[in-house]
């Protein structure tokens, strides 16, 4: 039987971070989640980024394990060439969940820790399995579970969507699921900090839009030091109604509106010159850095605050990027997680807005962001003079 995705999305910074590179959207189709990581904003723009190809994707003639691949290769595409045209963004990337529904066939794509439950008749299952040395350790026996969630290393990770143009394809998993099960989409702002019993009784509450909050409330509550974000989603038969007038007999009965929320719902700075190489990778993909998520058709007008998207919001065009602290690459590389032990189930600061160069627009149809790099520059050449002249004064 055909399914959809019936959603609620949470998000929150946390209680230290000033600044979100989370970012989810839901379809009744699709649905994403990534968590950015790298210096300055650059974990906002790559979480914004890869929020922008994935929310494209269709459900076209391709099997979903192909568009899924091809659009983890196209986001590694355009994050190398942004880092190669701007070095503020050097080392960015970002995890990436992506679920998709074609028909009665459930597909999940996965890079990094963030992860993918399923709640099935009150019993949790982890789907993914985190890409870190952690996890690493326990699937060699060398590490417990128990150990691991306090173990000095468990923020590195193993794999990441990143600006590595060599770097790993997503991990494809095909899932057995059905109407009335419950899917789960968290960044490690949750995994990391409640145990997996915690997260199951959390999210049994039958109302998935106070799921999700109380999830983001749990988080919080025990101190979670990262971005938390949540996409809670039950499996619903997709229901047709007779309609003779159409040409295979039914049309689909109107769906929960698209919405996002997080880095990918605001604003990001993009200097010219990674605008320009955005635009030059993907041309086919205008992003507009004040909107990154236009051009999607539905999405919603989301909850910027710390709250559970309304799926009964006015329609709008959004999407934002930031900073964060994690990076990947095929060397392990800290990202504040935390493993634990997978079941199987069918297997923040704000951005300084440094981005621009002075003298040089920002393509059509992207928007850079104001400051300028000139300033530092003549300070740091102020200090260079100053330490020379006291160099040669006192011999």
């Known amino acids: 039987m055909a399914v959809r995705f019936r959603y609620a999305l949470s998000t929150h910074l946390g209680t230290v971070r000033t600044n979100n590179e989370d970012s989810a959207f839901g379809s009744d189709r699709l649905l994403v989640l990534a968590d950015g990581m790298g210096g300055h904003a ?14 494209g994707l269709g459900t076209g003639d391709a099997p979903a394990a192909e568009t899924i691949l091809a659009a983890g290769r ?29 028909g009665d066939q459930v597909t999940v794509g996965h890079i990094g820790d963030s992860r993918v439950y399923a709640l099935r008749d009150g019993s949790l299952y982890q789907v993914t399995t985190d890409h870190t040395h952690v996890q690493r350790l326990i699937d060699t026996g060398q590490l417990t579970p128990e150990r691991a969630r306090t173990h000095p290393y468990r923020s590195m990770l193993l794999k990441s969507l990143d600006d590595q143009p060599a770097g790993a394809d997503l991990d494809i998993i095909d899932v057995e699921l059905q109407a009335g099960d419950r899917l ?11 145990s997996a019993e915690h997260i199951g009784e959390l999210l049994s509450v039958p109302d998935r839009e106070e799921a999700a909050h109380a999830l983001v409330e749990a988080a919080l509550a025990v101190g979670t030091r990262d971005n938390v974000t949540v996409l809670v989603a039950d499996l619903e038969a997709d229901a047709r109604a007779t309609d003779s007038s159409t040409p295979d007999g039914g049309v689909r009965l109107p769906g929960q509106e698209n919405q996002v929320v997080g880095a990918a719902g605001e604003a990001i700075g993009l200097s010219a010159e990674a605008a320009a190489a955005l635009r030059a990778t993907l041309p086919d993909m205008p992003l507009d850095a004040t909107a990154p998520m236009a051009g999607i058709a539905g999405i919603g007008a989301t909850d910027k605050t710390d709250h559970t998207s309304d799926p009964d919001e006015t329609a709008t065009d959004e999407p934002a990027a930031s900073e964060s602290d994690h990076r990947d690459s095929t060397e392990a590389a800290p990202h504040d997680d935390q493993a634990t032990e997978a079941a ?7 951005s300084s807005g440094e981005g621009t160069r002075t003298g040089e627009p ?7 962001s104001t400051g300028s790099r000139l300033p530092g520059a003549l300070a740091a050449l102020t200090v260079l003079a100053i330490v020379i002249a006291l160099w040669i004064i006192l011999g």
């Open 42 to 55: 650059a974990g906002e723009v790559a979480s914004a980024v890869a929020m922008r190809v994935f929310a």
């Open 74 to 102: 196209r986001t590694r595409r355009a994050l190398h060439t942004m880092s190669e045209a701007d070095p503020m963004l050097e080392s960015m990337g970002t995890t990436l969940l992506v679920v998709a529904c074609d």
């Open 184 to 194: 789960l989409l968290c960044s490690d702002g949750l995994s990391d900090y409640l």
């Open 344 to 350: 199987p189930s069918g297997n923040s600061d704000t």
């Open 362 to 368: 920002a393509p059509s149809g992207l928007s850079a």
